[in-house]
């Protein structure tokens, strides 16, 4: 699954320069955490307040605290089933579908045009047919390419399929893309703000509502991924000219880029920031060296648009820089729900790799389509009729949030997919119109020349024979999975929770569970969805720690609140309770780590009976190879502390009062090739979690996410837990990593970056000459210091090397540091994301500076 947007590649220097320049301002983190590890131990056996015999301080998760964060009431479920089998997750929303008689709605993250997704747009589309009300809201930056795809299903629909996209670019990210594809003045000796004053003086004069042709184009290659219409708008719409740049002096040094990026970093942190020591030194570097700097500075203002830290718009609470920040949040939601009836939600997207057991070629001969196989797992229930209103209201204010939300009508206008499906048109079109102006022969302007020309061209398809063709190509791919998949058998061999033999209940609740459960779906969402005045449902962007409820993170509120409840009723009910999180991505934000160091440092009391099984992808089964290179440094750390409370305990003679830990890794071999997991469910005692929310900090600080909370539903969690067992411990399917990454030293983790990060050469560059590249099983033993004819001279891998373990140096100290704090982060209530000042309620949450280490922490390392 592709997490990362283009633009974050341009980022990835940057992050590098950050986290490096922070790092190498410390001292030997590593030597300062272990001159301090033992008597950090030593202390928490010493400053606990509590002999265990009494009352526990962990507070009870009850029932009043649970409705202030769900976004439903109790849920009365008639039926309610866990399904960890694709064919029977995707044949469960393809009978919802088709049992549907009033409405569906549907909202995910990846919705695609392959085969299985083919059969449920299909569907779809013969429901809308009927007479049904479809809505389906998809993530506009994973959906844009596949533009002509909904415009089908639109079309098709006769009226009743209404398709939204989630994070459209607002109005002035809009206007950002005018004033970045406006030309500079031709001036000699330019001023340091000559091309900023021309084009704020053009765009003065224009209707910002209103894109220009050349705007487009460059939205229509950023989200599309397209460079073609990025460079006619850049080269054409703002004159730039890499040729005529290039002319003007000497090749640039690699030790004159680094020079150019420090003082771009500078830049940026003055203006952007608003840092005062960056202002002085900006203010001395003009004054030293001005007239070199003038035309880069002139360069960088006319060219970019920069956003302001402060600014923000009447009625919004984001700001311009954090809409640039968070130009990537994503839609994460997948939901599918029917008559205000029924329900799926859980971690599968629209696509062959979540819904089929093996990939199949579209065409005999052909190789099969996709990378992955994804274990994961679905919720689906059923109540009475109206059962599900709130979940349907919740959608319904999602998908009519018009500052973050677009109809395809207005995407079209904005940036129709014309602009990146007909790169030879356009390219044909843009070398004629520039021919004709080189030649003095241009009698109208370049934007009408373009865009006649691409639409005269031979080369040009048009939305109609495009749209035609997405329906012949869906026709053809739904009979490829139904002649070539559905019928071969293998859908007959399903897996479930039990263990059992397949029958038609096997995966549903019991009559126990019906009765004694309690569910109520809960949800990540950019804004207030309960919010009763209309100036609350506003944007907010990101989190901060202890303010989870206001930035409405629940999921992760009901995380960090279950982990507290899990010790309080091991406590209070004197006996064992399991936590287990069985989640794809574990990079754990800055809250969870803090909530885990509760437990592990006594803070809630005796946590002893608590047993937390952490399980998750493996280095050779993740889609997502950067989550795993840098979660070990957050392991280590973790683990390190949880032996070290062990070992004190033991030498010491004291008594435990932290919980059991133990992690667990997916092995390839035993998952089979290229099956990964993709499953998000956490047990925390008598509560499950099953939704779309990753343990990372993208899944916090940026994306939505949808789930259900399940509670006491006794049956369920005592068949998983075993299910859980049975995988731990198979150690063909999974490996104990727990002491590996207690005893981890900085030298091991070193010695593995540089056999990962050849493991990923071999793999990706195809110039690369590894000695055993033949053996996929093998690749990973290829260092990346002993690859020969790679793209990336031996320097560069260096400087790769060392860029990740400062990086991880970070992850480290931070981590540490997390651990250590003992106190709890004040609960936001109110906060408005305005300028800082006396009236912005900063004292309420604010307490000390491990708030704004663990938020840079989250903040940071948001992209991975």
């Known amino acids: 699954m592709n997490k990362k947007f283009l633009v974050l590649a341009s980022l990835s220097l940057a992050l590098s320069v950050g986290v490096v320049s922070c ?104 429901k809308a047919q009927s007479g049904v009300k479809v809505s389906l809201l998809v993530d506009f930056i994973t959906s844009y390419s596949k533009l002509d795809l909904f415009q089908m299903m639109v079309q098709e629909g006769r009226g009743n399929i209404d398709v939204r996209f989630y994070n459209f670019p607002s109005i002035r990210i809009q206007s950002d893309a005018v004033y970045m594809t406006l030309p500079c003045p031709e001036v000699a000796n330019p001023k340091s703000d000559t091309c900023k004053k021309s084009k704020d003086a053009a765009m003065a004069k224009m209707n910002l509502a209103q894109p220009t042709f050349f705007s487009s184009l460059f939205l229509a290659g950023l989200y599309s991924k397209n460079a073609v219409p990025m460079k006619v708008a850049l080269g054409l719409g703002a004159q730039i000219d890499p040729a005529k740049l290039k002319s ?196 109208q302007s370049m934007e009408s020349c373009v865009k006649a020309g691409m639409k005269a061209s031979a080369k040009y398809i048009s939305l109609q024979q495009r749209v035609a063709a997405q329906k012949a190509s869906m026709i053809e791919a739904a009979q490829n999975y139904n002649n070539n998949y559905a019928r071969n058998g293998k859908k ?10 397949w029958s038609a209940d096997v995966n549903k609740l019991s009559a126990n569970d019906l009765r004694t459960s309690e569910v109520y779906y809960v949800e990540n969402t950019s804004f207030n969805v309960k919010a009763k005045k209309d100036e609350d449902i506003v944007r907010r962007a990101g989190s901060t720690i202890g303010g989870e409820r206001f930035y409405n993170k629940h999921i992760h509120g009901l995380w960090y609140r279950g982990l507290e409840n899990a010790c309080y009723v091991s406590k209070k009910q004197n006996k064992d309770v399991r936590v287990v999180m069985h989640t794809a991505y574990l990079f754990m934000p800055s809250g969870l780590i803090h909530k885990l160091a509760k437990m592990l440092n006594g803070d809630y009391g005796d946590c002893s009976r608590v047993r937390v099984t952490l399980l998750t992808n493996s280095f050779a089964t993740t889609d997502l190879n950067v989550i795993n290179i840098f979660a070990r440094y957050q392991m280590n750390q973790l683990f390190s502390r949880y032996q070290g409370l062990q070992q004190y305990a033991k030498k010491n003679n004291e008594r435990r009062f932290f919980p059991t830990l133990e992690y667990y890794e997916y092995n390839a071999e035993g998952a089979g090739l290229g099956v990964s997991l993709h499953t998000k469910l956490s047990l925390l005692g008598d509560d499950m979690i099953i939704g779309s929310a990753n343990a990372d900090a993208r899944s916090y600080a940026m994306d939505t996410n949808n789930a259900v909370f399940i509670r006491n539903a ?22 104990n990593l727990t002491n590996e990454y207690s005893f981890m030293q900085a030298a091991q983790l070193k010695a593995e970056n540089n056999m990962i990060l050849g493991a990923m050469i071999c793999r990706w560059d195809k110039k690369s000459s590894c000695h055993n590249a033949a053996d996929p099983n093998k690749s990973g033993v290829m260092n990346a210091t002993d690859i020969r004819q790679s793209r990336f001279s031996p320097e560069r891998i260096q400087e790769m090397l060392k860029t990740i373990d400062d990086i991880g140096q970070r992850i480290s100290v931070d981590t540490y540091r997390i651990l250590n704090f003992r106190k709890e982060f004040k609960q936001v209530e109110a906060y408005d994301n305005g300028p800082k000042g006396a009236n912005n309620h900063e004292e309420q949450w604010l307490e000390n500076e491990m708030n704004d280490l663990s938020n840079s922490f989250d903040d940071l390392f948001k992209v991975l």
Request: aromatic share 8%.
């Open 492 to 501: 007959t061999l399903r897996d479930n929770v039990k263990g059992a033999s």
């Open 23 to 126: 790092i190498s301002a410390q001292k030997g983190p590593d030597r300062e955490i272990a001159a301090d590890f033992w008597s950090d131990i030593a202390d928490l056996f010493r400053t606990k307040t509590e002999d265990f015999s009494g009352n526990t301080r962990a507070r009870e998760l009850d029932t009043e605290d649970i409705l202030k964060r769900a976004t439903s009431g109790k849920l009365a479920l008639t039926e309610g089933e866990v399904l960890i089998d694709n064919d029977a997750a995707f044949d469960s929303k393809v009978n919802m579908i088709r049992s549907a008689t009033r409405s569906i709605r549907m909202s995910y993250f990846i919705y695609a045009d392959d085969d299985s997704s083919s059969v449920i747009t299909s569907e779809l589309i013969k």
């Open 714 to 735: 006794h049956d369920l969690n005592r068949e998983y837990t075993a299910f859980i067992d049975r995988i731990i411990g198979d150690s063909r399917k999974t490996k």
């Open 248 to 443: 003007s002096g000497a090749e640039t040094s690699e030790e004159d880029m680094a020079r150019m990026m420090e003082f771009l970093k500078l830049y940026f942190d003055a203006k952007v920031k608003g840092n005062i020591g960056a202002m002085i030194k900006l203010t001395i570097a003009m004054f030293m060296y001005g007239e070199e700097l003038n035309p880069i500075v002139n360069e960088l203002s006319g060219r970019i648009p920069l956003a302001s830290e402060r600014e923000t718009l009447p009625g919004k609470k984001t700001t311009h820089a954090q809409e640039w920040d968070h130009l990537t949040d994503y839609t994460h939601h997948k939901l599918v729900a029917v008559d205000g009836r029924e329900f799926q939600l859980g971690g599968r997207n629209i696509e062959d790799s979540y819904h089929m057991k093996s990939r199949i070629p579209v065409k005999a001969g052909a190789k099969p389509k996709g990378k992955y196989i994804f274990m994961d797992t679905d919720f689906r229930a059923e109540t009475a009729p109206g059962g599900t209103a709130s979940v349907e209201k919740s959608f319904d204010r999602t998908f009519n949030f018009r500052e973050m939300v677009a109809p395809l009508s207005e995407v079209q206008r904005v940036m129709p997919l014309d602009l990146s499906a007909n790169n030879e048109a356009l390219g044909e079109a843009a070398a004629g119109c520039m021919a004709q102006a080189q030649s003095g022969k241009l009698t």
